[in-house]
């Protein structure tokens, strides 16, 4: 897979192991012959660890040898959360460190949880791009003539807080980008 080839999600063979990307950005020449520069950010699915590389314009990396499983959350407890698989009711499960970032996203109703399967194990899970979420605690909105569109701060159901539109109410539901943390829109 080149260079150019790698998007966000992707996961690739790093030195052996598998990274999954998580950022990229584009380093464009400013002089003549000079080659374009890909720099990605993503973490090391069996330690954890993040990494970043740059790679040129022509230079590739290998697809990693894993599979992605349709997963649904089982439960929770103090130190693991549990995974079930969905066509063979296999169960998987990580630390709560593992899934830190995802959690924040994760509630018992969310389809489309994937898990990423590396030599019969499960090193980590990747999100749906977008969640929705229901607001549990946010300020009332102000009436006003204002020519400017103003956010608040929002307490969604599973302890995330995002800015949203000032008209927003407690109750509604709202859709969540996964990759940045930021209000999309009302659901």
Do not use: W
Not at 86 to 103: H, R, W
Not at 115 to 123: K, M, P, R, S
Not at 136 to 154: E, F, M, Y
């Amino acid at each position: 897979m080149q260079a150019k080839e790698i998007k966000p999600g992707a996961v690739v063979n790093l030195e052996g192991a598998p990274v999954l990307v998580q950022n990229v950005s584009v380093q464009t020449p400013s002089a003549r012959g000079a080659a374009t520069l890909y720099k990605f950010r993503g973490r090391n699915l069996v330690s954890k660890q993040k990494t970043d590389f740059t790679l040129k314009g022509g230079e590739s990396l290998d697809e990693a040898d894993f599979e992605r499983r349709s997963v649904n959350l089982m439960y929770s407890d103090a130190t693991h959360v549990h995974l079930l698989d969905q066509s063979d009711f296999e169960q998987y499960s990580l630390t709560l460190d593992e899934v830190k970032e995802e959690l924040r996203f994760i509630t018992e109703k969310l389809e489309g949880i994937l898990a990423l399967i590396y030599n019969g194990q499960c090193v980590g899970i990747q999100l749906p791009t977008s969640v929705e979420l229901t607001v549990t605690q946010c300020d009332p909105g102000v009436k006003g003539d204002s020519a400017t569109s103003r956010s608040k701060p929002a307490t969604l159901e599973t302890g995330l807080v995002v800015q949203v539109p000032e008209y927003l109410a407690q109750g509604e539901r709202v859709k969540v980008d996964t990759r940045t943390g930021q209000y999309l829109s009302r659901a």
